[in-house]
């Protein structure tokens, strides 16, 4: 069974609104998890790392305060999409790392921003 | 830093045949992960097989194993018995160990081999 769940799965908005995306964890205690973007055809990338009660990193060229990341629980972390625009559609993916050395994906958030 | 490269953006293959995805990857970490992850058309990333780098045994899980050789940096990925299920995009992907044990590492994906399997 799925051991990410991620909340919306497609969410539609209007140029300018804000939008939250939910990362759950099911089966470990996610102490960290990872944000992805994936546009259409490539490769996943990393836009953050979100830590449980603590900031999270971002990586070079990703807007902190375009993507607010919180890490309240040991199952949750949200991304805010603030000020959307269509530029910002996109696939967005969010991991759990586990103390095993493997992450595990939830499946994903498709954003449309008209 | 890290680079994971995919050199074959598609390959094609029949149902039941054999086929191999290739991966390379250059470091100078001595401890570090490697995995496959396929991304079907739903778009969800599924771990299909992981190796760790100091264990010279080739991971293998039922009809997928890898070669890894790690002196020459290279981590491809056997699919046997190809199945149509097995239509999907596979990245390649690495993660050195953490600093400290349990110090969560990120991933680094290659570009991705779209793998079609046809009747």
């Known amino acids: 069974g799925a051991v990410v769940s991620q909340h919306p799965s497609r969410v539609i908005c209007k140029s300018g609104t804000s939008v939250k995306i939910e990362c759950r964890s099911l089966d470990f205690q996610a102490t960290t998890m990872f944000w992805y973007r994936q546009f259409p055809k490539q490769s996943l990338m990393l836009m953050a790392t979100?830590?449980?009660?603590?900031?999270?990193?971002?990586e070079q060229g990703v807007e902190k305060d375009k993507f607010l990341i919180n890490h309240a629980s040991l199952t949750l972390s949200t991304l805010t999409v603030t000020s959307a625009h269509p530029e910002d559609s996109s696939f967005y993916i969010c991991?759990?790392?586990?103390?095993?050395?493997?992450?595990?994906f939830g499946p994903g958030t498709r954003l449309t921003v008209l | 830093a890290q680079t994971v490269t995919q050199s074959q953006p598609e390959m094609s293959v029949q149902e039941a045949e054999t086929v191999t995805l290739s991966c390379t990857y250059d470091?100078?970490?001595?401890?570090?992960?490697l995995f496959w992850y396929k991304q079907p058309p739903s778009r969800q990333m599924i771990l299909v097989i992981r190796q760790e780098a100091y264990k010279q045994q080739n991971a293998t899980e039922n009809r997928f194993s890898v070669n890894f050789q790690k002196a020459a940096k290279s981590f491809s990925l056997k699919i046997s018995d190809s199945q149509l299920g097995d239509t999907a995009m596979y990245f390649c992907?690495?993660?050195?160990?953490?600093?400290?044990?349990?110090?969560?590492?990120?991933?680094?994906f290659g570009t991705g081999t779209r793998l079609q399997v046809t009747l």
């Open positions: 991991s759990v790392w586990t103390r095993g050395y493997t992450q595990y």
């Open positions: 470091t100078s970490e001595n401890n570090y992960y």
């Open positions: 979100s830590n449980e009660g603590s900031k999270a990193t971002y």
């Open positions: 992907a690495f993660m050195k160990h953490g600093v400290n044990t349990g110090t969560a590492s990120k991933l680094t």
